[in-house]
């Protein structure tokens, strides 16, 4: 006995469904390795003296410069 298209469309929904939350629960745990990862940076920046904290910043400044005239070539 073949299965009704009802039941078909039924078991489609629920695995769009698990897929969905899947995909939310990999979404959180992206963001929140994110923002601890920002933290700790943020952290360790704090802990640099004024000069270095400020060298640190110009080289990472300089660093995205230097991606963004590369990519639009």
Do not use: F
């Not at 400020?54 to 660093?63: I, K, N």
Request: aromatic share 0%; glycine share 2%; proline share 3%.
């Amino acid at each position: 006995m073949g299965a009704s298209p009802r039941m078909l469309r039924a078991l489609l929904l629920v695995a769009a469904a698990i897929a969905l939350a899947a995909a939310a629960v990999q979404l959180r745990d992206k963001r929140q390795t994110a923002e601890a990862t920002v933290e700790n940076i943020q952290e360790q920046l704090d802990a640099l003296d004024p000069v270095s904290r400020a060298a640190v910043v110009a080289r990472l400044s300089s660093d995205e410069v230097k991606k963004v005239r590369s990519q639009r070539q």
